[in-house]
Structure formats: structure tokens, C-alpha cells
């Protein structure tokens, strides 16, 4: 097998770990309407459930970054995909007791936090660079692409065989995906893939240090090389806020202002993962025009406050200028998202630093959704409308501009990796 094939069916065997990944994470999100009128579940409990996912998959990506870098990748996907497959075949048995559900997703939240990481890992030391940010893009289709997969999935099984048929045949799917990878994994473990690993270390320049002055400036220097990244870190928080919320609350702002039925407004939001696919491949040609991740987030967040503005000076307009204002603003930040926590840590991939950092990105975006989800409804509550809410999306817009616009400042005066 030639080296540009083992990439190929290295970067499909991501797209299909990532699919899967996606599946069993949304197939709860899915089907808790369902859930609910069936069981008698509160909502409450149902949405206790889901934040607990949320919260686990967040925090989950620190622990996991740091394991990404210190173990064998391959090993931790498919632990993962045995852990999300098992999560999912008990939960139907689960939503009896919400002590059972909460604690269940909450696993599930951290299996599903063992998969970004070490696939980043595997594919920025595995790739060259370009290649590398292309392997991202797939991988971030085929996720979109499984959000749509999942809510059809379910649709069928409620209306013909029941929704805890979904649970059973996505956990199928997850020990399918973990045969495959393990299979695939054992027969090209001889291979040299692209470029290798040559993690850095220094020694402790610490008191009492035995250590050169020499190496302690170059840990020193090291440390700094680093720092552009904390700007970043705060913009994909700001990412969160706005990717995720919209995401939650599309529907409700496009029943409250345009007056869509409740169909017509969820039928909107189940055009977002399409939008997403067109805003990555928007992103990755204005990113190979401005020359790198930042430079492109810069002109994305730009974008986004455009339409922000447009919708504040409106007041959200009609249904056929508000509609498209929204879509495009998910979509910058959808675009925004693959710039910032999916390519740039390519950069890394000598580092030794990839996978922990690529976690650390990741978890920057929950932080930012856990803050969106519930800030965005009190809002709305407290001042009784929508134009509150576009306001804060201008304000974080722009704060989002100004720390990336700091970050290139930054990385300008250091020596940024790359």
C-alpha cells in the first residue's frame, strides 16, 4: 500500500470514527421529545441530562488532550467508541430513574470527549499540513452530516418501531466503527504515515535547578511562543456563545418575530448543518486567500457582526431578511470554528502539545455554549424581546475581533509555531 493511499483510508476511517461519534452523541438530543411524552419525564430532568453531557464533554477534553500526547491514540478511540455503544444500548432501561439518566449521559459526555483530541493528534503528526487541514474539513462534514443522519434516524423509529430502537441501532453502528478501526488500525500499525513526532522537552529550571542558564531562557522563550494562544482561547469562547446559542434558539426567534409554525421553525434549524458545510469550504478558501487561521477568523467574526448589526437595526426585519441574516451569522461562526480549534492546532504537530491543546480549544467552546444556552432565554425573559439579544451578539462579536486582532499582534512579535 502506497503512502498517498494509507492517508486516504487514514482520513476516511477519521471521517467514519467522527460520523459515529456524532450519532451517538445527538441521538439523546434527538429523541427527548419523544423521551418525554412517552415516559412522563420532566423537561427539566431531560434538559438536566443534557448539560450533564455537555459539561462532561467540555471538561473531558482537558483530561483527554493531556492523555492524546502521553498514549496511544488509536487505543483511546476505541475505548471511546466501546464506551459511547455501551452508554447508548443501556439508555432506553435508564430513563426510568433521572439519577440513572444524568449520571449516564454524563459518561456519555466524557466518551465523547476521548474522540477530537487524539484524532487531531493522529492526523496533525500523521499529515502533512495541508493535508492536515483538509483531513479537518472532512471530518467536520461528516459530523454535520450525522446531525442530519440522526434526526432522520430517529424520526423513522418513533413514527414505525420506537425511539429506543435508535439507541440500540447507533450503538450497533459504534461497535461496528470499533472493529473497523481496530482492524485497520492493527494492519497498518508498521507504517510510517507522514511526519513523525519529536515532542520537545526541557529541562526543570525550577530552585535549586542543576540546569543551564542557556536552557532555562529557551524554556523560558518556549513558554512565551505560547502565549498568542490565550486571545485565541477567550475568541473560541466567544465562538461558543454564539455557535451554540444560535443553534438553541433559532427556532424560537424565528416563531416569536416572523411567525412561523413550530414545524416551520424547527425545519429551519435542520437547514444549519448544511449551511455549516458551505461556510467550512467558505472559510478554508478565505483562509488560503489571507494566508493563515487567524487572518480568516478575523474576516468571519467581521462578517458576523455585519449581520448582527443588520439584525439590531432592524429589529430582525422580515422573515425573508431576517432568515438569511441569521444563516449567515451561524454560519461565519461555523466557519470561524474550523479556523480556530480545528486548524490551527496543525500547527503543533512537533510540538508533542497537540492533542492537549486541541482539547483545550475544543473546551473553550463549551464553556462558551453552557454560558449561551441558558444567558440567551434570561435575557430574552428579563427584557421581553429579541433586541436585547442581538445587542450582546454585537458586543461579543466584537470582543471576539479584538482578541483575535490582539492574537495576531502577538504572534507577530513572538515566534509563533507553525
Request: charged content about 10%.
Amino acid at each position: 500500500m502506497t503512502l498517498h493511499s494509507r492517508n486516504i483510508n487514514l482520513v476516511a476511517l477519521s471521517c467514519g470514527v467522527y460520523f459515529t461519534s456524532y450519532l451517538t452523541r445527538k441521538a439523546y438530543e434527538a429523541s427527548i421529545l419523544a423521551i418525554c411524552d412517552e415516559t412522563g419525564l420532566a423537561r427539566t430532568a431531560a434538559g438536566l441530562a443534557g448539560t450533564a453531557t455537555v459539561a462532561l464533554y467540555g471538561i473531558g477534553q482537558l483530561l483527554t488532550g493531556w492523555m492524546a500526547d502521553r498514549l496511544n491514540s488509536r487505543h483511546i478511540v476505541l475505548a471511546a467508541l466501546l464506551l459511547t455503544a455501551a452508554c447508548n444500548a443501556v439508555l432506553p432501561f435508564a430513563v426510568c430513574s433521572v439519577v440513572a439518566l444524568v449520571a449516564l449521559q454524563a459518561l456519555n459526555g466524557f466518551a465523547q470527549a476521548m474522540f477530537w483530541p487524539p484524532l487531531v493528534k493522529i492526523l496533525a503528526t500523521d499529515l502533512s499540513s495541508e493535508r492536515y487541514k483538509g483531513a479537518v474539513f472532512a471530518v467536520n462534514v461528516a459530523a454535520n452530516m450525522a446531525i442530519v443522519a440522526i434526526f432522520a434516524l430517529v424520526a423513522v423509529c418513533v413514527r414505525f418501531m420506537g425511539w429506543q430502537v435508535s439507541f440500540w441501532l447507533v450503538a450497533g453502528i459504534a461497535l461496528a466503527m470499533a472493529a473497523i478501526w481496530g482492524t485497520a488500525n492493527a494492519m497498518l500499525r508498521a507504517r510510517p504515515y507522514g511526519r513523525p513526532e519529536t515532542p520537545q522537552s526541557f529541562p526543570s529550571c525550577g530552585a535549586g535547578s542543576t540546569a543551564e542558564p542557556s536552557h532555562c531562557d529557551r524554556r523560558a522563550q518556549g513558554v512565551r511562543r505560547y502565549l498568542w494562544l490565550l486571545p485565541v482561547a477567550l475568541a473560541i469562547v466567544c465562538i461558543g456563545v454564539m455557535r451554540d446559542g444560535i443553534e438553541v434558539w433559532v427556532p424560537s426567534i424565528v416563531s416569536d418575530l416572523y411567525g412561523l409554525s413550530a414545524s416551520g421553525s424547527t425545519a429551519s434549524v435542520a437547514l444549519l448543518p448544511l449551511f455549516a458545510v458551505a461556510s467550512m469550504a467558505g472559510a478554508r478558501a478565505l483562509r488560503r486567500t489571507l494566508g493563515d487561521e487567524i487572518r480568516a477568523a478575523v474576516a468571519l467574526f467581521t462578517i458576523g457582526l455585519c449581520c448582527t448589526a443588520a439584525l439590531l437595526a432592524v429589529h430582525g426585519g422580515s422573515l425573508w431578511t431576517g432568515l438569511p441574516l441569521l444563516a449567515l451569522l451561524s454560519a461565519s461562526m461555523h466557519g470561524a470554528n474550523l479556523m480556530l480549534v480545528c486548524e490551527l492546532p496543525g500547527r503543533f504537530a512537533g510540538s508533542g502539545r497537540v492533542g492537549m491543546l486541541s482539547g483545550l480549544l475544543n473546551a473553550c467552546v463549551y464553556v462558551g455554549a453552557a454560558v449561551s444556552i441558558y444567558g440567551f432565554a434570561a435575557i430574552h425573559e428579563h427584557f421581553n424581546g429579541w433586541q436585547p439579544v442581538f445587542a450582546l451578539w454585537a458586543a461579543v462579536l466584537a470582543v471576539a475581533l479584538v482578541l483575535c486582532l490582539w492574537s495576531q499582534t502577538k504572534c507577530k512579535a513572538e515566534s509563533c509555531l507553525r
